[in-house]
């Protein structure tokens, strides 16, 4: 698998034969020690709540990771200091986002109508009408990603009763 940065690293593992299983495997890093550069229309802090507010285009940049949403809240640790960068991700309980939710590390893709970062237990979860994972030109489609950084195991889940996760596998025919 390709390397990751701050949120989110998408990409498919073959088989040994690149047909005869797929997985979605997806890894996530925080980076406490690179830095993060955060543009949107508007920033509220709510010192008492913990909560610092991202609305409008909002953009995340670490590394080779971007992440962009309408809407994203950073919720801190109980008694951190929201204004205290030095300590990083350390300070973070958990991050959500919503409203088109596009994350990209190279060239691996993961989008959705909402996303749920919970830092502590090291899981992330994309939700919406449509969860698309995209790396070159393989695609997976479901409602539901679900990802567990610590162990690097994932879950794609289709949408609803009757629904199916959807995996389209296009073999690299280079020196074939």
Known sequence: MRGTSWLVGVGLLLGATGFAAAQTATAIKLSGDK???IESDKLEVHENENLAIFTGNVNVVQE??????GLMNVYYVKG???TDASSGSQQIDHVEMKSNVYIKSKEQVATGDEGVFDVKASTLVLTGKEVVLTDGKNVAKGCK???NTANGKSQLDSCGKGGRVS???TPDNKGN
């Open 145 to 147: 990603l679900t990802v």
């Open 64 to 69: 080779d990771t971007l992440l962009k949403a």
């Open 167 to 169: 995996v389209m596998i």
């Open 80 to 82: 951190a200091k929201t």
């Open 35 to 37: 830095p993060i550069q």
